[in-house]
């Protein structure tokens, strides 16, 4: 009797924890039918195009676990702080194109006078817990006091490396419109975002913004959920053109022939902005590994590359720099023109700059 009033106690505490505001809310209603709707959905959950297990086929989740928990690299994390250039993006001049990165997968567009974010993660930690997945010395520069009023914030998926309740509180005030997947508008309306801010989409539809601004919803391969239940919310990519450029705006994916037929029909790309890092080949379908991210980037037809997803977090076993590391050398090899900016640093979208190796210059 003793053991199950603690399994009863502890089922309970768990189901009141996870009510926390900051697990977000599954889609219900009107939201939820839709969702159904979808031909993207089928046995109560989202699907990719291609099967997609979560662990290789040779491999299972007790190797995993072992890895991830004994077999890590030492350097998973770097040695001193991440160096930085710090933009004033309050004060930015009202015609000047550029990114800003913010490490991981977040960042800053200022292009054909709109502003755009995209997966804001400033709270120093990707996690529901503040005491885990903190972020790298040096790497959170930025403050949602330091974020000027958005027109547009994209949203890939629901991961907690991708959308964090912290910042999504702080930003609310300063954004216009945000452009998600279908399902992930139920955590923004639990956290307070008016209904009417929150564009929600399947794969493959077309929203315009404003003259000259119109974006495309594509496919990725990947999984999300932020609880128990995954693929409830669904994962994306998203091709945006403005008047002058034409961007691919890239969610966590898995290598495969999305990416072909994205570049058939909508490439060439003036920038391609891919995943590179988190990955491990016990995970392979959920995350390329770097030599993927350019054949991706070649698939997209895409003029330049910039790889995302790394020099913030810790969340898998390899080296914290092996991403830039491996991708760099395989764009050099494919001569695919490749952007490492340092994090904070405005990069100019229009015209040419040098990849820099900058992880090699600081004893990390």
Avoid: C
Avoid at 46 to 55: E, G, H, K, R
Avoid at 188 to 199: A, H, N, P, Q, V
Avoid at 282 to 298: C, R
Wanted: proline content about 6%.
């Amino acid at each position: 009797m003793v053991i199950l009033a603690i399994v009863v106690i502890v089922f309970m505490a768990v189901l009141v924890f996870i009510r926390l505001p900051g697990f977000g809310q599954p889609p219900s209603g009107e939201r939820l039918a839709r969702i159904k709707q979808s031909p993207n959905y089928k046995n109560g959950q989202f699907q990719n195009l291609s099967p997609t297990p979560a662990i290789a086929e040779d491999t299972n989740i007790y190797r995993v676990l072992k890895q991830f928990i004994f077999n890590k690299s030492k350097r998973t994390r770097p040695a001193g702080s991440i160096p930085s250039r710090k933009t004033d993006l309050l004060n930015l001049a009202p015609g000047e194109d550029v990114l800003v990165w913010f490490g991981h997968s977040s960042y800053f567009i200022q292009l054909d006078g709109k502003k755009i974010l995209v997966d804001p993660v400033l709270s120093g930690h990707a996690s529901p817990f503040s005491f885990t997945t903190k972020s790298f010395p040096g790497s959170d520069i930025y403050t949602a006091d330091e974020i000027p009023a958005i027109d547009y914030l994209f949203i890939t998926h629901d991961h907690y490396d991708h959308l964090d309740h912290d910042t999504m509180l702080r930003l609310m005030p300063k954004i216009g419109k945000v452009i998600t997947g279908l399902g992930t508008g139920a955590h923004l309306e639990r956290w307070g975002y008016d209904k009417d801010m929150i564009i929600e989409k399947d794969w493959n539809e077309e929203i315009v913004l404003d003259k000259g601004f119109i974006v495309h919803t594509v496919s990725a391969r990947h999984f999300s959920g932020r609880a128990f239940k995954r693929n409830i919310s669904l994962w994306m990519s998203f091709v945006l053109q403005t008047p002058t450029m034409k961007l691919f705006i890239g969610g966590d994916s898995g290598y495969d022939r999305h990416f072909a037929d994205i570049g058939q029909q909508y490439g060439p790309f003036d920038l391609a902005i891919l995943e590179n890092g988190q990955y491990d080949k016990n995970w392979k379908y959920i995350h390329m590994m770097p030599e993927e991210v350019v054949q991706a980037a070649e698939d997209l037809r895409a003029k330049k590359l910039l790889p995302v997803h790394w020099s913030k977090f810790s969340l898998s076993v390899h080296a914290w720099d092996e991403p830039p590391i491996r991708v760099y050398k395989e764009a050099q090899r494919k001569k695919m023109p490749i952007l490492l900016p340092l994090i904070g640093e405005a990069m100019p979208l229009k015209g040419n700059i040098t990849a820099v190796a900058w992880w090699t210059e600081h004893n990390l």
